[in-house]
């Protein structure tokens, strides 16, 4: 995002830090009705910056010019509310795929379709849709150990079905000696996400996209780490510096 205009930068800085609380909120240590509290409070403050007025909370206020600048869709802020607080309202627990497809399309969907805006691409929403649910899937993956210290399993129970695990206590899932079957579907799943992504190119052009296809790119390596780890520990490699500056150029130079 460094490399960003500074107007578009200082955008997403602004989106990012709205997020990066909002996600502190949920998987804060406070009571759940302390924390719906504060998620009610964005609300507020979402629908007070939709009216023209200055919103309370200090991180919707700083995306003041960029909401008015870019254009950027009030619901999609408010579905990144809605997201966090199925995270404050569950945990999710082997939720069912269409309770998973509506979290990724909330906390990562909306995001890539608030950041297309920022890139004044609101033309590329299909990309930034499948390529937000694609980034999701990847963190899951990632992330499944520590989510699991947490009383969290985003894997979708159809999918832990299919390969016959049948607790949900997510320690216990985590243990299951079917889990890297678990995740290599996951996985697979992930990747038709990355092609879906990949395929809107041809149609919409790669012109401002730049950023999100050097983030593309650093995640979807970030899955191939994982699985060529084979989902036999956590935490799994992850991509080096050198390689996510190798892929940050690629992008400034393909868009």
Same mark, same amino acid.
């Given at each position: 995002?460094?490399?960003?205009?500074?107007?578009?930068?200082?955008?997403?800085?602004?989106?990012?830090?709205?997020?990066?609380?909002?996600?502190?909120?949920?998987?804060?240590? /406070? $009571?759940?009705?302390?924390?719906?509290?504060?998620?009610?409070?964005?609300?507020? /403050?979402?629908?007070?910056?939709?009216?023209?007025?200055? $919103?309370? !909370?200090?991180?919707?206020?700083?995306?003041?010019?960029?909401?008015?600048?870019?254009?950027?869709?009030?619901? !999609?802020?408010? /579905?990144?509310?809605?997201?966090?607080?199925?995270?404050?309202?569950?945990?999710?627990?082997?939720?069912?795929?269409?309770?998973?497809?509506? &979290?990724?399309?909330?906390?990562?969907?909306?995001?890539?379709?608030?950041?297309?805006?920022?890139?004044?691409?609101?033309?590329?929403?299909?990309?930034?849709?499948?390529?937000?649910?694609?980034?999701?899937?990847?963190?899951?993956?990632?992330?499944?150990?520590?989510?699991?210290?947490?009383?969290?399993? &985003?894997?979708?129970? !159809?999918?832990?079905?299919?390969?016959?695990?049948?607790?949900?206590?997510?320690?216990?899932?985590?243990?299951?000696?079917?889990?890297?079957?678990?995740?290599?579907?996951?996985?697979?799943?992930? !990747?038709?996400?990355?092609?879906?992504?990949?395929?809107?190119?041809?149609?919409?052009?790669?012109?401002?996209?730049?950023?999100?296809?050097?983030?593309?790119?650093? &995640?979807?390596?970030?899955?191939?780490?994982?699985?060529?780890?084979?989902?036999?520990?956590?935490? /799994?490699?992850?991509?080096?510096?050198?390689?996510?500056?190798?892929?940050?150029?690629?992008?400034?130079?393909?868009?």
């Amino acid at each position: 995002m460094r490399l960003l205009p500074r107007e578009r930068r200082m955008a997403m800085f602004a989106l990012y830090a709205c997020c990066r609380t909002l996600d502190d909120i949920a998987d804060g240590d /406070a $009571p759940a009705a302390e924390k719906r509290a504060r998620l009610a409070g964005f609300r507020t /403050a979402i629908g007070a910056l939709a009216s023209g007025q200055r $919103p309370i !909370e200090p991180d919707v206020a700083a995306l003041a010019p960029a909401f008015t600048r870019f254009h950027l869709p009030q619901a !999609e802020l408010e /579905a990144i509310v809605d997201g966090m607080a199925m995270d404050v309202d569950g945990p999710l627990i082997a939720p069912p795929l269409a309770t998973l497809h509506l &979290y990724c399309r909330r906390v990562a969907g909306a995001v890539g379709l608030l950041a297309v805006h920022v890139f004044e691409r609101p033309d590329a929403g299909a990309f930034a849709l499948a390529l937000g649910e694609a980034l999701q899937m990847t963190n899951i993956l990632r992330d499944i150990a520590e989510d699991a210290a947490e009383g969290r399993l &985003y894997l979708p129970a !159809e999918l832990l079905s299919e390969v016959g695990i049948r607790t949900r206590i997510p320690a216990a899932v985590l243990a299951d000696p079917a889990l890297p079957l678990a995740c290599e579907a996951f996985a697979t799943g992930a !990747e038709a996400r990355f092609a879906a992504a990949a395929a809107e190119l041809p149609r919409i052009g790669r012109h401002g996209l730049w950023p999100a296809l050097a983030m593309g790119a650093t &995640y979807r390596r970030q899955l191939h780490c994982l699985r060529a780890h084979g989902w036999r520990s956590w935490p /799994a490699p992850r991509p080096g510096r050198l390689a996510k500056a190798w892929f940050a150029l690629t992008a400034v130079a393909s868009g």
